[in-house]
């Protein structure tokens, strides 16, 4: 079975029901403390090597980016066009309302005013009101030597504060190295680090850009990036699900 061969409703229950199969507690306990969870076997392998096949055929995609052209790192990237394959588009609707959910406490307790709506069609309804219409889900592809800088993808005005990324690879079997990578920045202290391991199928929800950290006088904001350390060796593949679309 090939990503294709699901049609949208049945990718629809199918991205629903293993989400909804997740430990959510957890996650949100893990974001709030870390800034990261992680989803443990989002995706099958078959599915993992499915969505990693994409990559060299041009119509899937909007546009490609080589990083070392822009000082980004090493390594490439394509951004999927609309419609999304079904089970990429499942996954999105079915990830984003309980990431709303964090999202708005994370603002509450941060004193931001933006709210997001529970239904992500209503969000994207939102960002293209404010001129982003361009979908922003991508498959990245590292090779020997690449690495991502430490960087946030905001792409406009309108920012969701979480997004996914999930690897299509397995460590030790098809790389070595290749680090995902977390870091934040607090105010008047040293810059924390996290390295989240993951294995093929695993997916990791991360803050986008600022969090809230509770201090001795209420929360306050931190600043985080993410980026990939260098690949050792083989061939790393990624797919990324951010939630807002660009300009």
């Known amino acids: 079975m090939t ?44 599915e993992c090597a499915d969505i990693a096949a994409l990559y060299p055929h041009e119509e899937h995609f909007r546009s490609q980016v080589v990083m070392a052209r822009h000082g980004f790192g090493k390594g490439e990237y394509r951004y999927f ?51 982003q219409t361009r979908p922003t889900p991508l498959l990245l592809q590292y090779g020997p030597g690449d690495f991502n800088c430490l960087h946030q993808d905001l792409y406009g005005a309108l920012a969701f504060p979480l997004q996914v990324a999930i690897l299509l690879s397995e460590p030790g079997e098809d790389f070595t ?31 986008v850009h600022n969090r809230p950290v509770e201090g001795t006088r209420g929360y306050y904001r931190v600043n985080l990036r993410h980026g990939v350390s260098r690949l050792r060796s083989g061939r790393r593949h990624t797919l990324g699900i951010i939630f807002h679309d660009a300009r």
């Open 3 to 46: 990503i294709h061969s699901l049609n949208t409703r049945r990718a629809s229950r199918s991205a629903e029901s293993r989400v909804a199969a997740q430990d959510w507690r957890a996650l949100v306990s893990d974001l709030n403390a870390h800034g990261c969870a992680v989803m443990s076997g989002l995706l099958s392998a078959d």
């Open 81 to 131: 066009k609309y419609p999304l394959p079904d089970l990429i588009e499942g996954l999105r609707s079915a990830l984003y309302p309980r990431l709303a959910t964090v999202a708005n406490d994370w603002n509450e307790k941060m004193r931001v005013a933006q709210r997001y709506p529970a239904d992500h069609a209503a969000f994207l309804k939102r960002c293209h009101g404010e001129g």
């Open 177 to 207: 190295g290749g680090e995902f990578v977390l870091t934040e920045q607090r105010p008047r202290m040293q810059s924390r680090a996290e390295v989240v391991p993951l294995k093929r199928g695993d997916a990791v929800i991360f803050a």
